[in-house]
């Protein structure tokens, strides 16, 4: 129909109908230019980054750590390139699909995959999330195959930390992991990135920031799966400081193979006397290091902090024991020092002694009859030692055994050391309801019972102590560190304390510790031809007698066998090597000093260009397992051999 034959009123409405079309034809232009103008123009720059996102990718490169070394620079701890499986989340659209299928070609935990990916849930998108640590050849082949099912699912080579075999210095190296929130939060992780690992114990943690290096990158383009396809640029990782241990890896072993062989847990610390570098450190029973640089699973994670035996306890640095027999030097050269009693001076010990309406047995039935400082150490009376400490008073007591390292920290490079306690009036006064010291409670402090307690490094510091005459050093690991250019010698830290010592009253000490080891004392079994080994063996209590029959009744799990000591030092008038060897439920001192036998043998070998000796066997060591103290009820026994 042509329009002119439209009535006025139908034009009309079609040339309204049709300006409308006009102008929203115009209307729609319009806004399609404002909106090109916007996307193109106004926001240029934040489209051409998305855009540029979707084909490019920084992937992170992270840092080797710097390697550890033993005092002669044989390698302890470096590093391994191993296979990580990581989750880029922008790359695909259904994360829970992704996961599930990756869990079934991997055979890992679903359930556990995505705990992971929900703990990260608040990083950037873009970030990659490493699900599978130390991925298996198989593992990284099964994605490979399935690459197109698997979205966002990228396998990275990266460098990861390599331990000795099995648990050899666990607790010294400690070991690496995830960065945690806590740890984000303080000012020496600033900078670190979610999902770096850094030290989380040893000398991991304390020196993370010199080991860890510096995180590199690379740009990649990347097709439409996410998928790399050639590198733009790269920036290289910078590789953490090297650190040169003052550890000694023979007698480091010596140490580990001993207490394999003995089956006693425990610790051990063996320092230079002269600048208080450690030799060698364990602490019994240990972890493997590795299945944390692997990471580590929940399982096993969860059966280590659920084993009774604790062995992610460092028994070195954070049990606090009562020390014995040991602490009976202390308070001998305080009796000297204090000139409460002479060299000369003699007790007679019958067996036992009351002090206060209570009687105290000595160690050995029948007494040791008169004896005098030197044969007191000797064959560790205690008698003489209840006497000595009586006329002292625990205030005096607490003065030089807290002079000679004892009852305060050690100070040591390691983190998250306990202090122990020598007690005092004022102790007694500030952290207990009843205030007031008795004058009988010093009686069993004098033979290192009651309330003192001590950890093995303190216990390492108070035999140097002693050896070199009164310098309280400063244990510590590191001996040189590279700056970049070398490993640069790191001088020792300064003694926290010297005391001045009278040389002759030091000598009658010396002189009973030589006894102990070389004469008729307790702690023959370290004797070591030649070398003038001084030491002193002591037998603590778990458990009082009267309360042990007791306990085990009612819990027969629970281990309340004596703990065995044995402080050392060698040789007598030069010490070059001191420490403690403490065995945990080991029933005697003399079995500690069969431990520490192996130790200096070792060490004196390898000091004399002699071949290293050969750990005994268990039975060639002849520990003793009497437990002559298992029984109820009875006075109060003395310290022990």
């Known amino acids: 129909m042509s329009t002119t034959n439209l009535m006025p009123d139908d034009r ?3 040339t309204i109908r049709l300006s409308v079309i006009q102008y929203l034809t115009a209307l729609v232009f319009a806004a399609l230019a404002v909106g090109f103008w916007i996307f193109q123009i106004a926001q240029h720059e934040k489209f051409l980054e998305t855009a540029e996102n979707n084909r490019l990718r920084k992937l992170p490169l992270p840092a080797p750590r710097g390697v550890l070394l033993d005092r002669d620079g044989k390698i302890l701890v470096e590093n391994q390139n191993t296979m990580n499986i990581a989750l880029v989340r922008e790359q695909t659209k259904n994360v829970g699909d992704v ?26 998108t873009y970030h990659p999330i ?14 490979w195959a399935r690459r197109l099912e698997l979205p966002g699912i990228i396998y990275q080579e990266v460098p990861s930390r390599r331990y000795p075999a099995s648990d050899m210095a666990a607790h010294v190296f400690g070991y690496v992991g995830e960065v945690n929130d806590a740890q984000l939060q303080r000012p020496e992780y600033q900078g670190v990135e979610p999902g770096t690992l850094v030290g989380q114990a040893g000398v991991e943690l304390a020196y993370n920031k010199n080991l860890m290096g510096t995180e590199g990158n690379k740009m990649v383009v990347v097709n439409s799966v996410g998928r790399e396809i050639r590198e733009l640029s790269k920036l290289d990782p910078t590789v953490g400081r090297s650190m040169q241990l003052t550890i000694d890896s023979d007698v480091q072993k010596s140490i580990e193979d001993i207490f394999a062989a003995s089956g006693f847990n425990g610790a051990s610390v063996v320092v230079d006397p002269r600048d208080g570098g450690v030799l060698g450190f364990t602490s019994r029973p240990a972890y493997d290091p590795n299945v944390f640089a692997a990471g580590i699973d929940r399982a096993t994670w969860a059966s280590l902090n659920g084993d009774s035996l604790k062995p992610l306890q460092n028994r070195a640095l954070q049990g606090k024991y009562s020390p014995g027999s040991c602490f009976k030097p202390a308070v001998g050269l305080a009796g000297l020092e204090e000139g409460v009693i002479t060299p000369s001076f003699q007790v007679h010990c019958s067996g036992g002694a009351t002090f206060y309406g209570r009687y105290f047995k000595c160690w050995k039935k029948g007494g040791h009859g008169a004896v005098n400082l030197k ?20 205030d005096r007591i607490n003065k030089w055994a807290t002079l000679f390292g004892l009852g305060v920290k050690s100070n040591i490079d390691l983190p998250n050391e306990l202090v122990g306690l020598v007690p005092s009036t004022q102790w007694k006064a500030e952290h207990t309801k009843e ?3 008795f004058a009988g409670e010093t009686i069993s402090v004098s033979i290192g019972q009651g309330q003192v307690a001590v950890t093995p490094v303190s216990m390492a510091v108070y035999a140097a102590t002693l050896a070199n005459g009164g310098t309280r050093i400063t244990p510590h690991l590191v001996k040189a560190m590279d700056d970049g250019t070398g490993l640069k010698p790191v001088p020792p830290p300064p003694p926290q304390s010297t005391v001045d010592v009278t040389p002759e009253k030091l000598e009658a000490i010396r002189q009973g510790m030589w006894g102990v080891v070389n004469g008729a004392g307790t702690g023959g079994r370290a004797r070591i ?8 063996t002591g037998t603590a209590q778990v458990i009082s007698n009267q309360n042990r029959a007791l306990a085990q009744s009612r819990n027969k799990t629970v281990d309340y066998r004596d703990n065995g000591w044995f402080i050392f030092f060698a040789p007598r008038d030069k010490p070059e090597v001191a420490g403690v060897v403490f065995l945990e439920h080991g029933l005697h001192g003399p079995n500690a000093a069969s431990l520490a036998h192996h130790i200096l043998a070792t060490y004196f070998a390898k ?3 002699k071949p290293l000796p050969k750990p005994p066997t268990h039975e060639e060591m002849r520990l003793d397992y009497k437990d002559p103290y298992a029984r109820a009820g009875g006075a109060p026994v003395g310290g022990g051999q």
């Not at 599930?100 to 070609?105: F, I, K, P, V």
């Not at 490493?130 to 994605?143: F, R």
């Not at 031809?529 to 002193?536: A, M, S, Y």
Request: hydrophobic share 40%.
């Open 130 to 143: 490493v699900l599978l640590e130390n991925a298996t050849q198989e593992q990284v082949i099964a994605v």
């Open 607 to 609: 000091k004399d260009g």
């Open 12 to 14: 009309r409405s079609l």
């Open 435 to 437: 205030k007031k010291w």
């Open 529 to 536: 031809e030649g070398h003038d080994v001084c030491g002193k």
């Open 375 to 394: 044969t007191a150490i000797e064959q560790s009376c205690d008698v003489f030692f209840y006497t000595v400490g009586n006329m002292l008073g625990v």
């Open 99 to 124: 996961l599930r299928l990756l869990a079934a070609a991997t055979g890992e935990s679903e359930a556990q995959l995505r705990e992971t990916v929900n703990r990260r849930s608040r990083e950037p």
